[in-house]
């Protein structure tokens, strides 16, 4: 069973862990359930879209979606392994953790965890299945691995202005792009410019900017084998030290460090 097939599955007992262990590379629709969504990436990236925003979870990296939240997921690499837990929410009222969206680096020992629920796949474990206390220690677990969660998000807009931006800074990031010089492109003055990227997309111009950037690099590091040099060039970086800083700021790695991960 696939997980889209599973989803009709996840919320039938109530207090039961539902497992579901996934090598995948698709879209799971716009969906909800009644717990709490506990899901690691292994080898591979995902996309999470939730309202407006669309957030990258890069390989070795985890994510909580609270109950109730409406979501979309997509799986862009073929590599991918999707290990995902579902919780009961009887107890999320012990840590703000579980109330929130978040998506966060794996430790070694989450990742082993994890990877031990694979005997459980496509089951619902409850209460008077034996080890259930192993499942509830992972969860108890999360909200005290004191983990920054990631940055990497970018917001969605219908605004056909915007969206025309955006698909020319996509297309150009590998050159110097500067606030003045789109602007100019688009025969826009800088502050209007500024304006449509605050009003539309909350964001600042170079922040997104930055951030598509960042985006790029990290597919680009977990899907090619092209040298780091090579990857900060293509994204509109001439010093690669520069790009290193930009880019651990994201993901609290370097560059190289993250691809050997």
Sequence with gaps: MGLIAALPEIDKKRNSVFVMHEKSEKLIPVHKHTKGQLSYVEGGIAYITVDAHTYV????????????????IRIGHSATVFRSLYFYVHDDTASPFYSKLGIY?????????????????????TEKDENFEFLVALKNLLPKENNRALPIVIPITDDENVQRIIRY????MNEKLTLKSVSHRFNMSE????????????????????????IKAIEMILKTKKPIGDIAAAVGYMAISSFSDAFREFTDARPTDFRKS
């Design 169 to 172: 800074l996509e297309k150009n």
């Design 105 to 125: 680096p794996a430790s070694e020992l989450l990742i082993q965890m994890v990877n031990y629920t694979e005997r459980w796949d496509g089951r619902h474990v």
């Design 57 to 72: 979870v890069p390989a070795r990296h985890y994510f909580w979606i609270p109950q109730g939240m409406t979501h979309i």
């Design 191 to 214: 502050r209007s410019m500024s304006r449509l990227f605050q009003s539309s997309l909350h964001m600042s111009f170079l922040q997104f900017l930055k951030t598509i950037r960042m």
